[in-house]
């Protein structure tokens, strides 16, 4: 039986290497968006985490998912309508880079409402 992943490194390790490289690419923005953060596994997944959860990323078959909250999807549904797959959830394309500048704009929102409006994730 195969162990479960115990920390993000690990959790990054068991994916394809394109994947893993995706990964690596959209834990380096959303830490850059908020260094104080640590990095937990919730669910099994990797979570970015400051007094409560910011966001929770994963790996699919054929994309990286980023699930910040539903206010941020609500927030910029008509900017990015097209990376957006559901009420809290964001794919990206394994095949191309990460988007950085949509990364940090998602990042920091996410940050905005969670400090300054209270929002939980989930």
């Known amino acids: 039986m195969t162990e479960k992943p115990k920390t993000v490194q690990e959790y990054i390790a068991t994916k394809p290497k394109d994947a ?8 380096e923005y959303l830490k850059a968006a908020y260094p ?32 910040p909250t539903p206010s941020v ?15 809290n959830t ?5 095949n191309d880079p990460i988007p950085e500048k949509v990364v ?10 969670k400090e300054n409006k209270g929002i939980k994730w989930k």
């Open 73 to 87: 999807i609500s927030y910029f549904r008509n900017e990015f309508g097209s990376l957006i797959s559901s009420d």
């Open 104 to 113: 940090m704009k998602i990042a920091k929102q996410r940050i905005f409402e």
């Open 20 to 27: 893993q490289k995706r990964l690596f690419e959209l834990r």
């Open 36 to 67: 104080e953060a640590s990095e937990e596994l919730k669910w099994g997944k990797p979570a970015l985490v400051h007094n409560g959860i910011l966001y929770v990323y994963a790996a699919a078959k054929k994309h990286i998912s980023l699930h």
């Open 90 to 94: 964001i794919q990206f394309s394994l």
